[in-house]
């Protein structure tokens, strides 16, 4: 067993490289190679999370060096899970991009998606706050180059906003990795959440500098208000399957706030006490609304959706901030919901996106080919996205607003969370009548106008979309359909995660003693 | 020492940061080297700053010596921030050379909004 725990880092490590320099002249050769990698990603993680669903907390050791002192990698019930839903993404995104043919239009496309995998990967399983900071680069430098993926004038001016805005994130990871050690002498994170507890309040000045600027450099990678601005613009401009990718890449960020800011600086902390709470609170609030109106707004498709996964990231925080266990059970619900309906939703519009002459602008133009099906798969993820029955959306706010009951915070998040839904469902309602209901409408226009040179109105050839195309997104919003059908099991799980979480004595015990946790 | 290394840092961080504001690629690139340098300077003195002292423990005496680990930690975000500002100068050389300025802003005019279309009217912009 205990070796599985460092494969999902080591698979695509060797994997990429190896589509790098041996396969990049063959996309057949590099595809293969590629979806070989991300089938056994599935299955290694799978086994993973059948293991820590035992509720024991594996650590592993690089090198067999004793736990403060080396490098360990730690396996429990969150990080299983994360580890999972990112290969079953994975899996999705890259039989898309095979399928509509994304990977051909750029070089290395595979070698990026596995780095970025392996960058993904790693920050979930890493147990030391040092080695989740080089996982951020990995996973980053992956992302740099698949947001470029098939170039463009717009995409590669998006994407040097994209590389400084995380550039400066990285930078002050660094100063507060810098503080962190400074304060503590350790960066190792159940080492941390020790020494951290041990911290006497009159001495909290600079634990408290580091804990805001880890949670600031957080809340970049989750697109956070007050640095959320960076998601919309990159998101828009990336490959739509790319987009689909980044959408665990938001969730990195929340897991390393759930992680180190519950582990290590949770509410019990004597040095630290609410401060956390305090500010992610408001900006979770801010974040949504930023989100619901920008959905509103939106002119064009991608941005329309990208602002759906700005307020989606904003309901997730509320709960994540109050830090109790049964809203950090709703929040990692509604994670994993999260992730696959803005996988779902951009994965169709770029079906949609592609067959249009207009790209992704929100204006009526002739109906595209299969016009009722990729509207059905646009629905569908917009009735997840927004959270409404039956999709797995519903019961994942509803799980979220019923943790949210303390009557300080109730009425803040109950109307931000009921408002942004509603601007959401017309935001989603108005796009999609636009696009899927206007168009037809034109065409019924048709004899009336009698005039058939005029080129709007002319259903455009494209090809129809084959199986193949449509499948990844058909299956990502059956995914979202079983969230919801076997949402008991699944909040079991996710209740038992936050209950290991807040379990800080059992995680800093069985990565610390020798010989627990093997 | 301590106000040299510090003020460093600081007048480091000052320059990184007033030029990362910079609205043209060439200026934020400096300013994101220098704030790499400074937080490479910071990360060094986390181990408390000493001189002439050995970053290993001595057996045969009682020796004091310097904390390595900052050091390797240094290496670390040395090499990274190195390779990382070569991929951003790659990045800012593709942008310069596909949009002919070098301005990190963008217009907020996507190429989809080229064809003329009667029902612009419809449209909102949503990026400045």
Redesign the interface.
Known sequence: MSHWIIAPVILPALIAPIIAFVMRHDITLARIASVTGTLALVAITVGLTVAADSGETFAYRLGNWPAPFGIVLVLDRLSAAMVLLTSVLALLVLWHAIATGWDSRGRHFHALFQFQLMGICGAFLTGDVFNLFVFFEVLLIASYGLMIHAGGRERLQAGLQYVVMNLAGSTLFLFALGVIYATTGTLNIADLAAKVQAIPPEDSAMIRVAAMLLLVVFMIKGALFPVQFWLPATYANAPAPVAALFAIMTKVGVYAIIRVHTIVFGPGTPSIEILVQEWLFPAAIVTLAIGAFGVLGAGRLMPLLSFSVVGSMGTMMLAVAVFTPEATTAALYYLVHSTFAAAALFLAADLVKSRRPGGGLLVAEAPIIQNGLFAALFFGGAIAMAGMPPLSGFLGKLLVMDSLRMPAILPWAWSAILMGSLLTIIGFARAGSIIFWKSTALLEDLPENADQTDSAVVIVATKPATAMEVAPALLTLVILGMLAVFAGPITTYMEGAAAQLFDASGYVSSVLEPGQGR | MELIVASGIGFLTAG?VYL?LRLR?FP?ILG?AM??Y???V??F????LAVNMPPVLNPYGDATYTDP??QA?VL??IV??F???A??VM??L??FL??GDD??N?DGQ????D?P?E??D??????A
């Open positions: 990184g990362m690629a934020v994101l704030l790499s400074a937080v490479n910071f990360l003195s986390s181990g408390r680990l900052p930690l670390t975000a990274i921030s390779g990382m500002t991929v951003l990045f800012a593709g942008a596909e949009a301005q990190i963008m996507g190429e989809e909004l064809d279309d029902e612009k419809d449209l909102t912009e949503t990026r």
